[in-house]
T-cell receptor
Framework: ETGVTQSPTHLIKTRGQQVTLRCSSQ?????VSWYQQALGQGPQFIFQYYREEENGRGNFPPRFSGLQFPNYSSELNVNALELDDSALYLC????????????FGPGTRLTVL | AQSVTQLDSHVSVSEGTPVLLRCNYS??????LFWYVQHPNKGLQLLLKYTSAATLVKGINGFEAEFKKSETSFHLTKPSAHMSDAAEYFCVVSDLGIAGTASKLTFGTGTRLQVTL
């Protein structure tokens, strides 16, 4: 069984640029959630996707957007990058309705200069 | 709104001594509670979860946690610390993923566990 994978591992961008992060769900999982973990903080919920539609969103602006594909993989897109967007971005997959247990990928470290 | 408070940002123990990481939660209904561990440069790993069954929950690597509704607490314990336990620990609360709603996880700010010889 393949776990949750994310790419790239690290990424450096400059302020104002756009970035796309990718996530492959664990086999059999139909729900993907994205979290932002700033340095020294706990992860913060960005949004969740189920059946290719956004299904719940945290306190993040619209320049954070996402996609889920028919194979349940997902992308996180961030436009107009700001310095405060520098963080570890975590993807988690789960099976909807099974007590919310989520399985996390290793994350993508984004640095905005 | 649901939330968790981790009472200690840093805990230091000697190898072989007990570990106690404290967590209080706030939720308007019976919550699902989790403890996750994050080793440096690694992803989050689930240690254990409480989902309204037994109040004493046993997890991996000898960790356990007790759900105390009267105290709104979910403290994590281990009888004897090992050097490999050094990591960041997160207490997490979740809704139950009721149909039509997102099963959002709300994390605490984390407790860094240091284990010394």
């Amino acid at each position: 069984e393949t776990g949750v994978t994310q790419s790239p591992t690290h990424l450096i961008k400059t302020r104002g640029q756009q970035v796309t992060l990718r996530c492959s769900s664990q086999s059999g999982h139909n729900t993907v959630s994205w979290y932002q973990q700033a340095l020294g903080q706990g992860p913060q919920f960005i949004f969740q996707y189920y059946r290719e539609e956004e299904n719940g969103r945290g306190n993040f602006p619209p320049r954070f957007s996402g996609l889920q594909f028919p194979n349940y993989s997902s992308e996180l897109n961030v436009n107009a990058l700001e310095l405060d967007d520098s963080a570890l971005y975590l993807c988690a997959s789960s099976v909807r309705g099974l007590m919310a247990e989520q399985f996390f990928g290793p994350g993508t470290r984004l640095t905005v200069l | 709104a649901q939330s968790v408070t981790q009472l200690d940002s840093h805990v230091s123990v000697s190898e072989g001594t007990p570990v106690l990481l404290r967590c209080n939660y706030s939720s308007s209904y019976s919550p699902s509670l989790f403890w996750y561990v994050q080793h440096p440069n690694k992803g989050l790993q689930l240690l254990l979860k409480y989902t309204s069954a037994a109040t004493l929950v046993k997890g991996i690597n000898g960790f356990e946690a007790e759900f105390k509704k009267s105290e709104t607490s979910f403290h994590l314990t281990k009888p004897s610390a090992h050097m490999s336990d050094a990591a960041e620990y997160f207490c997490v609360v979740s809704d139950l993923g009721i149909a039509g709603t997102a099963s959002k996880l709300t994390f605490g700010t984390g407790t860094r566990l240091q284990v010394t010889l």
